[in-house]
Antibody
Framework: QVQLVESGGGVVQPGRSLRLSCAVS????????MHWVRQAPGKGLEWVTV????????YYADSVKGRFTISRDNSKNTLYLQMNSLRTEDTAVYYC??????????????WGQGTLVTVSS | QSALTQPASVSGSPGQSITISCTGT?????????VSWYQQHPGKAPKLMIY???NRPSGVSNRFSGSKSGNTASLTISGLQAEDEADYYC??????????FGGGTKLTVL
């Protein structure tokens, strides 16, 4: 069955970097666009970024543009989120999610369980 | 990009129907059919309930339906059940090639 498993979260100081991973199984990873979404403690959902199935297109929320980079390794069935210059407001649970297959903008059919990133001194 | 506007809370009794609205602009909800609805129970990942305005993913109950009129999308849940109590979020594609979420609606089943 389809599985998405995030890892790499933890506690990091402001200004430092962290890389999240999303390992997938149960489907042909190279055929699907992938998103990152975050949720601050007790808050709503915030979209972070998307990458197309082949990595040729990527888009970011204004709040992370220039600091976060999405990438993927289709040979390893893994999606990444490189987070630089972290701020306290980046503290959140980070989820990866898959699109439905027809368009990267029809998405959210499958989600991981999330990984918590805490930015604190 | 401003968040889509959802009511903070709605409630209904078992068996009743409720509707949650999601208001945006012509740059998001009104301009595209990439509107989705998610259900989230406490401590769990979101679950897709409706995509592309009115389509249900496989396995989602037909008690859930979606629609759109102008800049406002709606999620209707009929035959309310206790397990429907959760937070609900709408999302939409935007002209900026991004995604915007609503602030979320807490559904209480009385």
């Amino acid at each position: 069955q389809v599985q998405l498993v995030e890892s790499g979260g933890g506690v990091v100081q402001p200004g430092r970097s962290l890389r999240l991973s999303c390992a997938v199984s149960g489907f042909m990873f190279s055929s699907y666009g992938m998103h990152w979404v975050r949720q601050a403690p007790g808050k709503g959902l915030e979209w972070v970024t998307v990458m197309s199935y082949d990595g040729s297109n990527k888009y970011y929320a204004d709040s992370v543009k220039g600091r976060f980079t999405i990438s993927r390794d289709n040979s390893k069935n893994t999606l990444y989120l490189q987070m630089n210059s972290l701020r306290t407001e980046d503290t959140a649970v980070y989820y990866c999610a898959r699109d439905l297959g027809d368009s990267q903008w029809s998405w959210g059919e499958y989600w991981g369980q999330g990984t918590l990133v805490t930015v604190s001194s | 990009q401003s968040a889509l506007t959802q009511p903070a809370s709605v409630s209904g009794s078992p068996g009743q129907s409720i509707t949650i609205s999601c208001t945006g602009t012509s740059s998001d909800v009104g301009g595209y059919n990439f509107v989705s609805w998610y259900q989230q129970h406490p401590g769990k990942a979101p679950k897709l309930m409706i995509y592309d305005v009115s389509n249900r993913p496989s396995g989602v109950s037909n008690r859930f339906s979606g629609s759109k009129s102008g800049n406002t999308a709606s999620l209707t849940i009929s035959g309310l059940q206790a397990e429907d109590e959760a937070d609900y979020y709408c999302s939409s594609y935007t002209t900026s090639s991004s995604v915007v979420f609503g602030g979320g609606t807490k559904l209480t089943v009385l």
